[in-house]
Each structure stands twice: as structure tokens, then as C-alpha cells.
């Protein structure tokens, strides 16, 4: 298998960007949601690059694979929890809307990574 050196991939590091952004965005929610939503954004934001790490750090392309779509989960679960916040009026949608489209293009490059990655 062709290793993969972490800080080199594209995709590792839109991920490690978007979670500073998240944290950013997280800084002045209602305290109250410290240990609830708060907590659960940035768990899911943090597991997007950890998890795209630990698939580079595998000796396998079936493992890597594995772990890539594990980041692609939290990804989702990651949107889903953004609109939540437009929901619950914590956030505008102007404010989030760059976010998703971080995330729309993470996305795409998990999918198309790990078709590559399966194909090779």
C-alpha cells in the first residue's frame, strides 16, 4: 500500500481548518449548551481529521477505507447539528452557510478519496 504522510493530504487539512472554524463558531453559543450541543459539534468536527489520520496511519487500503467513511459520518452528523443551530436561533444562516460548504467539498473529497483509494 502507498503510505500516506498525514500533513501532505488535501483533505486532512481543509478538515484541520474547518474545525478551528467550528470552534470559532461555537465560542459564544448559550452556556447552557456547553455540555449538550456545544460539546457534540466540536466531538464531531474533531473526528473528521483524527479519523482521516488514523486511516493514513493503517497498512491497509481496506482499513484506511474503513476510517475515511467513519469521517464521512461525522461529516454528516456535523451538518445535520450546524442547521440545528440555524434552528434553534443560536445561529444565522449566513453564518453557517460557509461552514457547509466546507463540509459539501470535504465530502466530495472523502468520496472521491476513497474511491482512489479502493481502485488503486
Same mark, same amino acid.
Given at each position: 500500500?502507498?503510505?500516506?504522510?498525514?500533513?501532505?493530504?488535501?483533505?486532512?487539512?481543509?478538515?484541520?481548518? !474547518?474545525?478551528?472554524? =467550528?470552534?470559532?463558531?461555537?465560542?459564544? @453559543? *448559550? +452556556?447552557?449548551?456547553?455540555? /449538550? !450541543?456545544?460539546?457534540? =459539534?466540536?466531538?464531531?468536527?474533531?473526528? @473528521? *481529521? +483524527?479519523?482521516?489520520?488514523? /486511516?493514513?496511519?493503517?497498512?491497509?487500503?481496506?482499513?484506511?477505507?474503513?476510517?475515511?467513511?467513519?469521517?464521512?459520518?461525522?461529516?454528516?452528523?456535523?451538518?445535520?447539528?450546524?442547521?440545528?443551530?440555524?434552528?434553534?436561533?443560536?445561529?444565522?444562516?449566513?453564518?453557517?452557510?460557509?461552514?457547509?460548504?466546507?463540509?459539501?467539498?470535504?465530502?466530495?473529497?472523502?468520496?472521491?478519496?476513497?474511491?482512489?483509494?479502493?481502485?488503486?
Amino acid at each position: 500500500m502507498k503510505t500516506h504522510r498525514l500533513r501532505d493530504l488535501i483533505i486532512w487539512q481543509k478538515s484541520m481548518v !474547518l474545525v478551528k472554524d =467550528i470552534y470559532l463558531l461555537t465560542e459564544n @453559543i *448559550p +452556556s447552557t449548551e456547553k455540555f /449538550g !450541543l456545544i460539546s457534540q =459539534i466540536r466531538r464531531c468536527a474533531v473526528s @473528521i *481529521p +483524527s479519523n482521516i489520520a488514523e /486511516g493514513a496511519g493503517r497498512n491497509n487500503p481496506k482499513e484506511f477505507n474503513q476510517f475515511l467513511g467513519i469521517a464521512n459520518g461525522s461529516s454528516y452528523e456535523l451538518e445535520t447539528q450546524l442547521i440545528l443551530l440555524v434552528d434553534l436561533n443560536f445561529k444565522s444562516e449566513d453564518e453557517i452557510q460557509p461552514l457547509l460548504n466546507i463540509l459539501t467539498e470535504i465530502q466530495k473529497m472523502i468520496y472521491k478519496f476513497k474511491s482512489n483509494l479502493m481502485s488503486s
